[in-house]
Structures are given as C-alpha cells and as structure tokens.
C-alpha cells in the first residue's frame, strides 16, 4: 500500500519561495504511475497544481506554471514542489497524490498547511 | 470559481436519500469519467465512486455515482450521521489539460 507524506515548513514569506517535499513508501517514485501535486485554500474547493510522469515530463496549470517546478528525487524515492514568489492566495493546505487515471486519486498525502504572512 | 458546479450544500435526515449534483461541459463531464471524493475536516479527500459509478473496495454500497451528458450525480441512501463531510466531483479537463475539481458541497445529518 502506497503512502504518501508531505513536509516542509508550515510559514513563508511573502515573494520568497514554498517548497516542499512528499515522501514516497510502499512504492515506487519510478514507478509508471505519474505523481500530482493537488492545494486547497483554507474552507475552499481543490486546485490542481501540476504532475511529473515518469519519464520527467511535467505538466502544469496555466495559472500557476510560470512560478511552479515538480520534480522527483529517485535516490530519495520522494517528489518535491517548488512555488516562486508567492502571495497570500497561495496559503493552503498542499497535498501529493497518486493518480490511477486522470482525475483518479487513489492515493492522498495526509497534507500540509502553508500560510504566506510576514 | 471552479470549473465543475456543485451546490454549496445538502442535507438529510438519517435514513434519507440524498443526491448532489456536479455540471460540467463537454470539455470535462461530456468526455471523461468522473470522480467523487469524501473529506472530513482536517483529513485528505479520499476516493469515493470512481469511473462515474464504481465503488473502490471498502466503500458501503449506500454510495453510488451516475453521470448523464454533461452532468453527474452522487446518490447516498440510508444517510447515517458518519456521512456527514465535504464531497466533491473530479474529472479530467481538456482545456486545463489537468484534472478540474468541483467547488465542494457540505453534506449535514439532521
């Protein structure tokens, strides 16, 4: 059974950079399977960031990808989440998933809030 | 706002049906299968009906999932109080490339 788990700091400054990484285990972060990023602001709805496929090929939304970069460690089995100059509508909770197909999320992070205030 | 639409709230009373609908268009509903997740407050979405209609092993049967043209439904007979969660639709996007979310509906148990 895959699981996932996030880390990294839970406070960011403004314009500075939100980076995170999610710790792979029971599974493979080589495996065929590609790897999402998934936010949700305090009481709000979910928000796809991005996913990187085995191969290394990335896929972004739009309204994020000029300041976002997913990538994954093979020696450390984990993904990482890059999010550059960051505002206070970046404040969320970050989860990593595992998609099956498409929109299929069998497997969830148990999450991380990050706020974005001085 | 979000790209699928789902009422912001429901309710029922234990032993009710209810149903929470998600409308979406042909670049999303109208051409993929769709998903529905359950969360409980401070807790990750956990996958509830995927493929429109189809339960992942351990969800109760009380839970299931339609979808018709452009729009999908969440039906959940014999209401309990531990149904009492968010729920919100998936499906992938054509436009996004990505996979859209609906906006989420507060499920209450009177």
């Known amino acids: 059974q895959v699981q996932l788990q996030e880390s990294g700091p839970g406070l960011v400054n403004p314009s500075g950079t939100l980076s995170l990484t999610c710790a792979v285990s029971?599974?493979?972060?080589?495996?065929?399977?590609?790897w999402t990023w998934v936010r949700q602001p305090p009481g709000k709805g979910l928000e796809w960031i991005g996913e990187i496929y085995p191969s290394g090929t990335t896929n972004y939304n739009p309204s994020l990808k000029s300041r976002v970069t997913i990538s994954v460690d093979k020696s450390k089995n984990q993904l990482s989440l890059n999010l550059r100059s960051v505002t206070a509508a970046d404040t969320a909770v970050y989860y990593c998933?595992?998609?099956?197909?498409?929109?299929?999320?069998?497997?969830w992070g148990q999450g991380i809030l990050v706020t974005v205030s001085s | 706002q979000s790209v699928l639409t789902q009422p912001p709230s429901a309710s029922g009373t234990p032993g009710q049906r209810v149903t929470i609908s998600c409308s979406g268009s042909?670049?999303?509903?109208?051409?993929?299968?769709l998903n529905w997740y359950q969360q409980f407050p401070g807790t990750a979405p956990k996958l509830l009906i995927y493929s429109n209609n189809q339960r992942p092993s351990g969800v109760p049967d009380r839970f299931s999932g339609s979808k018709s043209g452009t729009s999908a439904s969440l039906a959940i007979s014999g209401l309990q109080s531990e149904d009492e969660a968010d729920y919100f639709c998936a499906a992938w996007d054509d436009i996004l490339n990505g996979p859209v979310f609906g906006g989420g509906t507060k499920l209450t148990v009177l």
């Open positions: 998933a595992r998609p099956s197909a498409g929109a299929r999320f069998d497997h």
């Open positions: 029971g599974g493979s972060v080589s495996s065929r399977n590609s």
């Open positions: 042909s670049s999303n509903i109208g051409r993929y299968t």
